[in-house]
């Protein structure tokens, strides 16, 4: 009986010794966005590069070599694509386009061009989750074209017993207002959690 337990004990100890073995050969490598340093970049404000008060990607680009030299590997830039910028630019209204002020999609390409030759990788903020009630899918969708009827969330709401419209919930926004907004075109409320 005491030598099944000693043999048990050395059987016990000898999985555990093959385990740690096995775990301190294998090699855990991490993407490199795991490593990172990232440093975010709000267009509009960090640097103008024409003089009219607005940053821009063409003063973004100069100021890579900069970031790369005081240890960041990667640049984020907050929302550039097309906005009406009621949301700083998360209301997009092109998923395609870049917004004017902030310069053209051949400045863009310019700023990527020049990250590659510096080092630095550059990360887009994309909120696919909303858009601007002017993007082509959200007009598509108030006008119940095919494909797009349900890109959003559409409910009639109710009617209370004073006759007024009334959203279908008392849902409130992130910004603390209802998250049901009337659309008169449509004739329906659609759900939104921004602006």
Known sequence: MVWHSIMHIYRVFLAVITLLGYRSNVVLTKEWWENANYYQIYPRSFRDSNGDGIGDLNGIAPKLQYLKDIGF????????????????????????????????MEDFKALIARAKQVGIRIILDFVPNHTSDECEWFVKSVNREPGYEDFYVWSNGTVDANGRRQ???????????SAWEWNEKRQQYYLHQFA
């Open 73 to 104: 590997t990667a640049a984020w830039l907050s929302p550039i694509f097309k906005s009406p910028m009621v949301d700083f630019g998360y209301d997009i209204s092109d998923f395609y386009a870049i917004h004017h002020e902030y310069g053209t």
């Open 167 to 177: 959203p279908p919930s008392n849902w409130v926004s992130a910004f603390r207002y």
